[in-house]
């Protein structure tokens, strides 16, 4: 798709106002590039990214990118990568924690972005929504299991946990995560930029 059909769908995408409801009002909040090499798929932004509309600018964003080896500079340059969550809207906040990504968002806007991203050499999936999307066939299986299964779909794609420090406890009972697959993950990427 040229890079003037990039621009329409992406302006389109930010006056988007599907989710008329939402506790804070829509602001879709995602970046993206012909020329992005990594795709990061989330789950959809959080209160503090709502607020500032830049995705990850928060601990979780902080914990992201020493997880990935790279500079801020690096992480918000679409050039290179690519940030689109489930839901590109804060969808409001549960019991435990922020709600899911509101369900009208991927079937309106996924395909046609990952049909503009041709130069995109890893996608990260984190979270549960995220994995359902794009690997149906880790549904049935814990983050955890997913997570572990890294291999079955690397070197083009990576599971990850959220980087959210809500997940610290995680972190600590599974330490072949930071161990194994985040040493990888950054030889990788150190390579791609």
Known sequence: MPIESQDNLLAEIRACSRCKDLPLGPRPIVQFSNTSKL????QAPGRITHHKGIPF????????RAWLGVTRDVFYDAEKIAIVPMGFCF???GKGGDLPPR?????AWRNRI???LSSIELTLIIGRYAIDWHLP??????????VQNWQGV?????????P???????????????????????ARVGGMF
């Open 164 to 186: 959210s420090p809500r997940n610290n406890r995680w972190l600590k009972q599974n330490p072949w995560f930071d161990e194994e697959i985040i040493p990888t993950l950054q």
């Open 57 to 64: 600018d928060d601990p979780s964003g902080d914990r992201l």
């Open 91 to 93: 969808p409001g906040t």
């Open 103 to 107: 369900a009208e968002c991927a079937p």
């Open 114 to 116: 990952l049909e503009t």
């Open 154 to 162: 690397w070197p083009n794609q990576l599971i990850l946990p959220h």
């Open 137 to 146: 066939d880790y549904s049935g299986q814990t983050v955890t299991k997913a």
């Open 39 to 42: 795709l990061i798929v989330g």
